[in-house]
């Protein structure tokens, strides 16, 4: 079911279309990838969905009602940590959280259990009592993240979340992220490709304002570069020779030496066909016994290079 939908949007800033017509829906329970080099747009939709900015054309539905009707019935639905995380640093964390907590409108006993969850769910039991400016960039992340989910919120919009951080903090709040993916809507702003793939099931690519791609991320990284790359393992004769004669293939590189008539290889091909049932054929044709035959994930380096580049759909 449909949370989240953006109909030909379009946002300017003087002479400069920094979004231009954008269309996408996020269904309830998602978590998808939001992706584009510096400049794409990324954040100027985020601040349009969140209402930060409004669209010069366009429409954007939240839960099928257009947000220049939900007003702030739809803020209220929507969790948002922006790229800067602005915090105040001479707070506690548990005073900057129930602050953010009453202007949420919680008081009392709903905010003490909110409060509970949020610092639950993002690990910050052991600073709770600490001043902010006292934590690492990693825990402030953490910070802003549990005033963003204080509310439950069924849309969570996230831009950057990992920025600044380094390697083991990007993967602890990649772990926060997972977790709270599980039961809500997330919308997942980066250019940190790595978090893309283990976090988010669907990824859209926008490039010069513009939607280049839109789909599972592993359909749009088997397509990366307009190749896909099966794995083969087989013994019998000539298997190297017969596979390179196959119908699309475009290589076929051996992995580590045979061992008798036993040989791994790595088979390139075109997008256009599946070679697998071709491959599967040749085996039963030719004698072989087939050890291994599956399709490995492309690159998304290679998807977001080809697509940002060109600024071509997919």
Same mark, same amino acid.
């Given at each position: 079911m449909t949370l989240l939908q953006l109909d030909t949007v379009t946002k300017r800033y003087g002479q400069v279309t920094a979004v231009d017509g954008i269309s996408f829906t996020v269904d309830r329970g998602e978590v998808v990838g939001f992706l584009g080099p510096n400049g794409a747009g990324k954040s100027t939709t985020m601040r349009m969905i969140t209402q930060y900015h409004d669209p010069d054309s366009g429409r954007i539905l939240f839960d099928g009602v257009p947000l220049a009707e939900a007003g702030r019935e739809a803020k209220r639905r929507v969790g948002y940590l922006p790229e800067n995380n602005p915090l105040y640093a001479d707070m506690l964390v548990?005073?900057?959280?129930?602050?953010?907590?009453?202007? $949420?409108?919680? $008081?009392?006993?709903?905010?003490?259990?909110? /409060?509970?969850?949020?610092?639950?769910? /993002?690990g910050l039991a052991t600073v709770y009592r600490r001043p902010i400016g006292e934590l690492s960039k990693g825990f402030r992340q953490r910070v802003g993240l549990a005033a963003a989910i204080l509310h439950h919120p069924d849309l969570l919009v996230l831009d950057e979340p990992t920025?600044?951080?380094d390697p083991n903090q990007r993967v602890e709040i990649r772990h926060v992220i997972t977790a709270l993916g599980r039961d809500r809507t997330v919308l997942l702003s980066t250019h940190v490709l790595p978090e893309v793939k283990n976090t988010c099931t669907r990824l859209l690519i926008i490039n010069q304002g513009r939607l280049a791609a839109d789909g599972p991320v592993d359909d749009l990284m088997s397509r990366a570069g307009g190749r896909v790359q099966i794995s083969v393992e087989a013994e019998g004769t000539e298997v190297l020779a017969r596979l390179e004669r196959l119908a699309g293939v475009e290589s076929v590189v051996p992995l580590g030496a045979p061992v008798g008539a036993r040989v791994r290889a790595r088979v390139t091909a075109t997008v256009q066909q599946d070679i697998r049932p071709d491959v599967f054929r040749l085996a039963s044709e030719s004698g072989w016994t087939l050890f291994e035959l599956h399709q490995e994930a492309g690159s998304l380096e290679d998807l977001f290079r080809q697509l940002t580049a060109s600024g071509e759909a997919a």
């Amino acid at each position: 079911m449909t949370l989240l939908q953006l109909d030909t949007v379009t946002k300017r800033y003087g002479q400069v279309t920094a979004v231009d017509g954008i269309s996408f829906t996020v269904d309830r329970g998602e978590v998808v990838g939001f992706l584009g080099p510096n400049g794409a747009g990324k954040s100027t939709t985020m601040r349009m969905i969140t209402q930060y900015h409004d669209p010069d054309s366009g429409r954007i539905l939240f839960d099928g009602v257009p947000l220049a009707e939900a007003g702030r019935e739809a803020k209220r639905r929507v969790g948002y940590l922006p790229e800067n995380n602005p915090l105040y640093a001479d707070m506690l964390v548990e005073e900057y959280l129930a602050f953010i907590g009453r202007l $949420r409108g919680l $008081r009392g006993v709903p905010l003490a259990s909110a /409060t509970d969850e949020a610092v639950s769910s /993002t690990g910050l039991a052991t600073v709770y009592r600490r001043p902010i400016g006292e934590l690492s960039k990693g825990f402030r992340q953490r910070v802003g993240l549990a005033a963003a989910i204080l509310h439950h919120p069924d849309l969570l919009v996230l831009d950057e979340p990992t920025e600044g951080l380094d390697p083991n903090q990007r993967v602890e709040i990649r772990h926060v992220i997972t977790a709270l993916g599980r039961d809500r809507t997330v919308l997942l702003s980066t250019h940190v490709l790595p978090e893309v793939k283990n976090t988010c099931t669907r990824l859209l690519i926008i490039n010069q304002g513009r939607l280049a791609a839109d789909g599972p991320v592993d359909d749009l990284m088997s397509r990366a570069g307009g190749r896909v790359q099966i794995s083969v393992e087989a013994e019998g004769t000539e298997v190297l020779a017969r596979l390179e004669r196959l119908a699309g293939v475009e290589s076929v590189v051996p992995l580590g030496a045979p061992v008798g008539a036993r040989v791994r290889a790595r088979v390139t091909a075109t997008v256009q066909q599946d070679i697998r049932p071709d491959v599967f054929r040749l085996a039963s044709e030719s004698g072989w016994t087939l050890f291994e035959l599956h399709q490995e994930a492309g690159s998304l380096e290679d998807l977001f290079r080809q697509l940002t580049a060109s600024g071509e759909a997919a």
